[in-house]
């Protein structure tokens, strides 16, 4: 099969496709041929060598992918799967950015028949993202109000569509037009700018005043001391998303009895996972959850996707198409 090999870490440039053996799956192991692998920050920040996990190398970048069921390992759960079904994975052994990917079986997920491929690649890393940020770690509840701080890209998106089918109040911000009629659109009542001077002034007035029950923060060392002071009382912040250091007053959180909160997608249990993955594949069902998709770039051209991400402008997701 053609998979992109990273043998160095750094710019987008060290990914080339390449002829590499095709993965054979063992035990409860599941193959499927990628019909289109998401791109996530976090793949640029692997390949440039600068995150706290570090691939051993040469490696295939990618967690997010879509495509038919290849092979069965013997004792994969025949039950679930079929050969040629349509489906979406939480993560691989081998990578995505790969026309075949060795997945464990419990991973694997079915794909609604409405759902294309691009949307399937769009599940894992950005709605399990704002699944767990909203509900399994800042507990979310209907009624709340919420701030979506970066609502334009994969995280915010997938964040608008499940807290408005939850019943939340949603403001999201976003950096350009294009992204404010997509968020519109997608779900939210009111959206900000973030570029904007008065961001946060518009931002509070957006709740009367009162403040966020909940923040949802992609930008933690830009936003994280000002998103306190638009906090209501026993409001959190869920932070998603940080490229460098913040500073805050602690008093802004203790008047309000609020918290900040950490949250990181790998940390989530296969229990997790499994629960996570069963509430978005009801909500592909019903129709509340829908990926949208900005760029389908080809996979010989991963390197571009990956200076696409990271240059800003996010108007949904980006996918590679083996
Ligand atoms: P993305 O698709 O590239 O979107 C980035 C988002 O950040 C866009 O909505 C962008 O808006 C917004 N943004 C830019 N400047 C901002 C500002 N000053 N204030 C607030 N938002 C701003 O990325 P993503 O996949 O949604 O991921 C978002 C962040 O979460 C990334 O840093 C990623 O690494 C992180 N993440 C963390 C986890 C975890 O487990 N903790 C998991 C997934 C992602 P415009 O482009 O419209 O300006």
Known sequence: MKAIRVKEFGGPEV????EVADP???????????????????????????YPRKPALPYTPGTDGAGTVESLGPNAD??????????????SLTGTYAELAL????????????????????????????????????????????????ASGGVGIAAVQLARAAGLRVIGTVGSERGRKLV???????????SAAGHFEEALAATGGRG?????????????????????VHGR?????????????????????????????????????????????????????????????PLADAGRAHSAIMAGGAYGKIVLIP
């Not at 464990?104 to 609604?112: D, R, S, T, Y």
């Not at 519109?184 to 900000?192: F, N, P, Q, R, T």
């Not at 602690?250 to 249990?269: E, F, H, V, Y």
Request: aromatic share 6%.
């Open 15 to 18: 990914m080339r496709l390449e």
């Open 103 to 150: 997945c464990e079986g419990q991973f694997v997920f079915a794909l609604p028949a409405h759902v294309t491929f691009a949307q399937g690649a769009a599940m894992h890393v950005p709605y399990a993202t704002a699944y767990r940020a909203l509900f399994q770690r800042a507990h979310a509840e209907a009624g709340e109000t919420l701030l979506v701080h970066g």
């Open 212 to 232: 966020y029950d909940l923040i949802l923060e992609m930008l933690a060392n830009v936003n994280l001391g000002r998103d306190l002071g638009i906090l209501a």
């Open 237 to 297: 912040v869920s932070v998603v998303g940080s490229r460098g250091n913040a500073e805050i007053t602690p008093r802004d959180m203790m008047g309000r009895d609020g918290a900040i909160i950490g949250m990181s997608l790998w940390n989530a249990t296969p229990h997790e996972l499994i629960s996570i993955h069963a509430a978005l594949g009801a909500g592909l069902e019903n129709r509340t959850l829908r990926p949208v998709i900005g760029q389908e770039i």
């Open 78 to 91: 025949a039950g679930r799967f079929k050969v040629g079904e349509r489906v979406y994975l939480a993560g």
């Open 24 to 50: 054979k799956p063992g035990g409860a192991q599941v193959v499927v041929r990628i019909r289109a692998a998401g791109v996530n920050p976090v793949d640029a920040y692997m390949r440039a060598g600068t």
């Open 184 to 194: 519109l659109d997608e779900g939210a009542h009111v959206v900000l700018d973030h």
